[in-house]
């Protein structure tokens, strides 16, 4: 079989828009058709020989996670839970998102299910099959899938044009999907519900797979052909991470996620919120970051960190995007600055040195741009002028070329 060599000059043209598709797909607050999803949940346990499930779907992972919880607690208690799970839910969670979780729950796990069923829900989701079934599934719809569909892939594809696509569609999905949305949420929930034993692994990533789904759709959708089984396998996977997020496999019962209703990018891809969440559920759960960094949600939402807070903060990396969101210049009047060189003229700046905790001294640039916003900006330790810091943070370009082009402006 000879192998695609390159893209046409139409498909080089559609990969942006493909690349885009898959991430609203996944991004863009869509919500689950249940028919679908329920059928594609169906074929996906016909794959390993059991019969269809029943299908829960609650408004982000949390309250996945929480449901999980409640059910296992078992029929007995569905009507009433504990002191002691009102105390963890309400120690990890703000008040109005546990009201909504707990309304939600209610609504399909107590309200709409008879005695007998919860019963059977209990003992399904305690039983032991639950790590097989897991397994199973994720084989057969992820790691062998994976596996088979890249093999037939690459083996279809010139390498340079696979380079190609690795580079401009799944290494950007990738990144967006994985790197930032599924770690940024898998480290949120752990680190809100692992203690409280209320985190439930076990789930396949749905919406967050896409981006290796995607790759190998467009491999198809340019001429490489998949086996008939691999094919089916891939359309059962495909169908179910365009509805959901995270979904959790048990005998006879799976428990979906949607997906978020908003997610914010900033120029660089990175997960951004700065007036609000990054990522946000319909239910209220919500993740808070600044450029991909994860922060406290009280940063963004009305009560900023104090300068001398942002210089102290005990997490480094949280530290510098405190001090990005309070503004250098402001720390600088906390902190007094020592003037190492004035030019004069407060568009061109001056140069100043801190002593930063953790760090020692810190030079930066503190100017002011045309429309009167002040602001400071790092420089390195070398630079003794306003001018060397000035070109320093333009790429090396020579001061008297930068100053004539702000004097023309």
């Known amino acids: 079989m000879s192998k ?32 679908i999803l329920q059928s594609h949940l169906n074929d996906a346990y016909a794959l ?16 996945c996670m929480l449901a999980i919880k409640i059910f296992k607690m078992g029929g007995d208690k569905l009507s009433q839970l504990d002191s002691q799970l009102y105390s963890q839910l309400d120690s990890q969670l703000d008040s109005q998102l546990y009201s909504q979780l707990r309304s939600q729950l209610y609504s399909q796990l107590y309200s709409q299910l008879e005695s007998q069923l919860r019963s059977q829900l209990y003992s399904q989701l305690r039983s032991q099959l639950y790590s097989q079934l897991y397994s199973q599934l994720y084989s057969q719809l992820r790691s062998q899938l994976d596996s088979q569909l890249d093999s037939q892939l690459y083996s279809q594809l010139y390498s340079q044009l696979r380079s190609q696509l690795e580079s401009q569609l799944y ?30 692994s076990g789930f396949l990533w749905g919406s967050m797979d896409l981006y290796w789904l995607a790759f190998c759709r467009f491999g198809q959708k340019i001429g490489v052909k ?3 089984e691999s094919a089916r396998r891939f359309d059962i996977m495909e169908g179910i991470s365009q509805q959901c997020g995270y979904w959790w496999p048990f005998d006879g019962i799976v428990i979906a996620s949607e997906k978020p209703r908003h997610v914010r990018w900033d120029d660089n891809r990175l997960l951004h919120g700065e007036t609000g969440p990054s990522v946000e559920f319909s239910d209220g759960y919500s993740l808070h970051t600044w450029h991909g960094q994860s922060i406290p949600a009280e940063w963004v939402t009305g009560n900023p960190p104090s ?19 309070v503004g250098w210049h402001r720390i600088l009047d906390e902190v007094g600055a020592r003037t190492i060189d004035d030019s004069g003229d407060p568009v ?18 503190d100017a002011m741009c045309g429309t009167g916003r002040r602001f400071a ?8 002028t306003v001018d ?18 702000v004097e023309r402006t």
Not at 14 to 23: D, G, S, W
Not at 180 to 196: A, F, G, H, I
Not at 350 to 360: A, C, Q, R, S, T
Not at 399 to 404: D, P
Request: charged letters at 20%; a negative charge.
């Open 226 to 228: 998949y086996d008939a």
């Open 348 to 365: 061109w700046g001056k140069l100043v040195e801190v002593d930063l905790p953790d760090n020692g001294p810190q030079r930066m640039l």
């Open 48 to 63: 390993i020989g059991k019969p269809a499930p029943a299908l829960f779907i609650f408004d982000s992972p949390a309250a």
């Open 377 to 384: 900006l790092l420089t390195t330790m070398n630079v003794n």
């Open 388 to 405: 060397e810091a000035q070109s320093e943070l333009h790429g090396g370009i020579p001061a008297h070329i930068l100053r004539n082009s």
């Open 171 to 200: 290494s950007q999905l990738y990144s967006q999907l994985y790197s930032q949305l599924y770690s940024q949420l898998y480290s949120q929930l752990r680190s809100q519900l692992e203690s409280q034993n209320l985190y439930e």
């Open 4 to 35: 695609i060599t390159k893209l046409t000059p139409e498909q080089e043209v559609e990969l942006p828009a493909f690349r885009q598709k898959y991430l609203d797909i996944a991004c863009g607050g869509s919500r689950i058709n249940r028919d």
């Open 307 to 325: 300068p001398a807070e942002c210089l102290t903060w005990r997490n480094l990396d949280q530290r510098a995007a405190a001090c990005e969101i």
